[in-house]
Nanobody
Framework: QVQLVESGGGLVQTGGSLRLSCAAS????????MGWFRQAPGKEREFVAR??????????ADVADSVKDRFTISRGDANTVHMQMNKLKPEDTAVYYC????????????WGQGTQVTVSS
């Protein structure tokens, strides 16, 4: 059974930093897209960042324009993904979800339970 488990959320002041991690188990994710979405209260879930397999053990990183100067995503190993969030703003407050595809699938097949990030002003 595939599981994605997020960690690293919490409460931080404006301008602070957090590092989110996601560990996948129950499958092989070396060629999967693994990334992050977020959903703020009253808003739709939105894409934040992802890593895409580019061959061997290397991955491309894609980051949403709204956060690309502050957030970075990296693949720890085939089954883990991290997102460093710096210069956090109150508008970054949301539940952050880890997601992964099954191999080279074009849709996200697996989702974590989410981790809350709250940025106080």
């Amino acid at each position: 059974q595939v599981q994605l488990v997020e960690s690293g959320g919490g409460l931080v002041q404006t301008g602070g930093s957090l590092r989110l991690s996601c560990a996948a188990s129950g499958g092989t994710f070396s060629r999967s897209v693994m990334g992050w979405f977020r959903q703020a209260p009253g808003k739709e879930r939105e894409f934040v960042a992802r890593t895409r397999w580019s061959g061997g053990s290397t991955y491309f990183a894609d980051v949403a324009d709204s956060v690309k100067d502050r957030f970075t995503i990296s693949r720890g190993d085939a089954n883990t993904v991290h997102m460093q969030m710096n210069k956090l703003k109150p508008e970054d407050t949301a539940v952050y979800y880890c997601a992964a595809t099954q191999g080279s699938s074009r849709q996200y097949d697996y989702w974590g339970q989410g981790t809350q990030v709250t940025v106080s002003s």
